[in-house]
């Protein structure tokens, strides 16, 4: 319908699509803006908590530790988070859960039980505070609050996060009332903007109608009486553009319809040429007609499937099946021919040999002008050494090349994905980290080949001792890594460990000696000790050299004081 309209009709609504797609497209970068100014206000929000709540959290790990007392390690957190300041309106408070200020830019509110302050709206607000960070919770609340010596309320958005151990809460907010002005501001350009390009269309669209479509309506008609066979005389146009150019073309098309013959013997001179780069060609060319019976094959067929020209023409292409797929895969691939004319994939068939070979196969239908099919050309080739090639290099990226257990990037990678599949299915996830302890005498004594042979017995001895769905992998030198996916218990991650160090005390036999060794292991859990790799790596990497500063060959959880060692 729409190729059916005039050109200067067809000219005009795309230009009325273009400026509604360019409101469209104008309308929601205005409202992208505006979200992204709020979530900035947010971020920052966030960003001043989670900064007074890193230095509450060192003078907590300093009572832990025994270092001062509560009382003493609140007084400096407080004194800490006094000094965070970013300017008048941006700020950090701290209170507890009566709820008293313990902390606020104005002396006035410290010590103060603000449980009767509400906002614009009528809302206890720090009511509200409290239960967004209840236990160690967060979230952002949005108020109408004045500004410092303002009693007008404005829009503003607080970030609120609870520290669990204090039961204190810190929040910090910022104003957002001025993103609306500048909306409105951005908007009114946007306006502006679109209005001018209206009507520059407007002008271009008068333009190309008066310098185009109407000497191209002229040149049509030139062209409907050429083509029904009339002497026409072609006008010469002195316009040097496009419509000139096509009006000398037309004067060209009629000289050359007297080379008719010219061009068919070089067209014959072509279809030589191709049959001679069809009997040559590497890759095998099949022809097929309407029915899907093979007409036509060259010399590379023969050679990849086995199959002479006699023993296929005339039959179907099914005598290369090789029973590996099923028939939704075909029925996808009729499908695809029958609606786009053309399937390319790959695929395994069956050599006259009975060899079962991965090839990579191309279809394209043969269709007349009228979109009716007559047949069908497939290319195809041999792919099976090109596969074992890069199956051979995809296992030698990812694994090491000693112990054939998985390297450092590719458990980088699995433990991401484990995460993830964690995350999605709520399982728990464990992470040892293993570093052996005495190896270093053994390269030293007995030479780097007996190491070497060392690390492969270790690798064996790992594989032997975790779950089928546990990875192994060799961190580097004499580290190791395990990790531990859907584990059930805790315990679970402890009982492989404590297994591992003690299959790794067993001697070794090294070139008729006896070697023995022994292994640090730091266990991490997922998400008790992190919930991304980075954090869940550096817990478990913490975890085992705690372990040898305390003594080597055993085993040592991440954030736990308790050890277990294994003799």
């Known amino acids: 319908m729409f190729f ?17 797609a360019l409101a469209g497209v104008s309308v929601y970068a205005l409202h992208e803006i505006k979200g992204r100014l709020l979530a900035e206000r947010q971020s920052q929000s966030r960003i001043m908590v989670q900064g007074a709540l890193a230095q509450i959290a060192r003078f907590h790990t300093m009572e832990q530790d025994g270092r001062v007392t509560r009382e003493a390690a609140q007084k400096m957190a407080l004194q800490a988070v006094d000094t965070l300041r970013y300017g008048p309106d941006q700020y950090v408070w701290v209170n507890d859960s009566r709820p008293v200020v313990l902390s606020h830019p104005i002396a006035a509110m410290i010590g103060r039980n603000v449980d009767d302050i509400i906002d614009a709206d ?4 720090f009511r ?14 949005s108020y109408r609050w004045p500004r410092m010596n303002d009693d007008v309320p404005h829009l503003k958005i607080s970030y609120v996060e609870g520290f669990a151990p204090w039961e204190w809460t810190v929040g910090s907010g910022v104003y957002v009332d001025d993103i609306d002005a500048a909306y409105e501001d951005v908007a009114r350009r946007f306006g502006l903007f679109a209005l001018l390009a209206g009507l520059a269309s407007a002008l271009v669209v008068g333009l190309v109608a008066l310098g185009i479509t109407r000497p191209l309506g002229q040149i049509t008609r030139c062209m409907t009486r050429l083509a029904a066979g009339e002497d026409v005389m072609v006008p010469e146009y002195a316009r040097g553009d496009e419509l000139g150019d096509l009006m000398r073309a037309m004067g060209s098309f009629k000289r050359h319809l007297t080379e008719k013959k010219q061009f068919s013997e070089a067209h014959d001179a072509v279809l ?44 179907s292409p099914s005598i290369l099946s090789s029973g590996r797929h099923d028939e939704s895969f075909y029925g996808g691939m009729w499908a695809r021919l029958t609606s786009e004319g053309n399937w390319s994939g790959e695929i395994w068939n069956r050599a006259k040999s009975g060899e079962v070979y991965p090839e990579w196969l191309s279809i394209t239908a043969i269709r007349d002008r009228g979109g009716e099919t007559h047949g069908y050309v497939a290319t195809f080739s041999n792919i099976a050494e090109r596969k074992r090639s890069e199956t051979r290099m995809r296992w030698q990226a990812e694994h090491d090349a000693l112990t054939g257990l998985a390297n450092r990037p590719y458990f980088e990678t699995a433990l ?45 001895r790992l594989q032997q001792v975790v779950r089928s769905d546990d990875l192994v992998a060799r961190m580097g030198g004499d580290e190791f890594a395990v990790v531990i996916p859907k584990l059930h218990r805790e315990a679970d991650a402890q009982h492989i460990a404590e297994k591992i160090v003690s299959r790794l005390s067993e001697p070794f036999a090294v070139g008729g000696v006896q070697a023995r060794i022994g292994a640090s292991i730091g266990i991490a859990l997922y998400p008790h000790h992190g919930t991304s790799p980075e954090q869940l790596t550096s817990a478990a990497d913490g975890a085992m050299y705690r372990r040898k500063q305390k003594g080597r060959n055993g085993v040592s959880l991440a954030g736990n004081s308790s050890e277990a060692t294994v003799s």
């Open 416 to 460: 991401a994905v484990a995460l993830s599949q964690a995350r999605e299915n709520d399982d728990d996830l464990g992470l040892l980290f293993i570093d052996l302890d005495g190896f270093k005498e053994i390269n030293d004594s007995l030479g780097h080949a007996a190491g070497d042979s060392v690390l492969a017995a270790v690798a064996k």
């Open 122 to 125: 009528g809302r206890p607000l």
């Open 128 to 141: 509200e505070f409290l239960r967004i960070s209840a236990g160690s919770g967060n979230g952002t609340l």
């Open 4 to 20: 059916d309209l005039r050109i200067g009709v067809r000219l005009s609504l795309i230009v009325v699509i273009l400026l509604a």
């Open 272 to 315: 030589r040429e191709a049959a001679t780069v069809f009997n040559l060609i590497t890759d095998a060319v099949m022809v097929t007609d309407a029915r899907n019976h093979i007409k036509l094959v060259n010399p590379a067929f023969s050679r990849i499937t086995g199959f002479g020209p006699d023993e296929v023409i005339g039959r």
